[in-house]
């Protein structure tokens, strides 16, 4: 049985750091211009029994992290981010953001 595809909104007030990285990846793709506002909520894809759990863990573990490891993952080459993330035991984190990436890096943005 395959856990069900959950699509969890992530504010910089539930989880700063996992938004921070995301909104890092907006910006180094592009995303965040004149016709694109700064998110208010990233909307991530978990495959997880367990979403939630998985996203304050995953914020824990980001709390611990050095900032060029969570800029490597955020902004990184795929190789590296995707060894730092292994060196963590972040890879259900690396899974989410290529989904998230691959359905086109949904997010709530303001009203410009």
């Keep these: 049985m395959t856990a069900r595809r959950i699509v969890l909104p992530i504010t910089a007030a539930s989880c700063p750091r996992?938004?921070?990285?995301?909104?890092?990846?907006l910006l180094d793709n592009g995303a965040v211009n004149r016709e694109e506002p700064y998110p208010v909520a990233i909307r991530l894809p978990f495959r997880s029994w367990h979403p939630v759990a998985d996203t304050l863990l995953m914020e824990m573990v980001l709390a611990s992290m050095p900032e060029a490891d969570r800029?490597?993952?955020?902004i990184g080459e795929d190789t590296?981010?995707?060894?730092v993330s292994r060196?963590?035991?972040?890879?259900?984190?690396?899974?989410?953001?290529?989904?998230?990436?691959?359905?086109?890096?949904?997010c709530?943005?303001?009203?410009?």
């Design 18 to 25: 996992l938004f921070a990285l995301c909104v890092s990846v």
């Design 71 to 74: 800029e490597t993952l955020a």
């Design 80 to 83: 590296d981010a995707k060894a």
């Design 87 to 106: 060196r963590y035991g972040l890879e259900s984190l690396a899974r989410v953001l290529d989904a998230w990436f691959e359905l086109g890096m949904p």
């Design 108 to 112: 709530d943005r303001t009203p410009a």
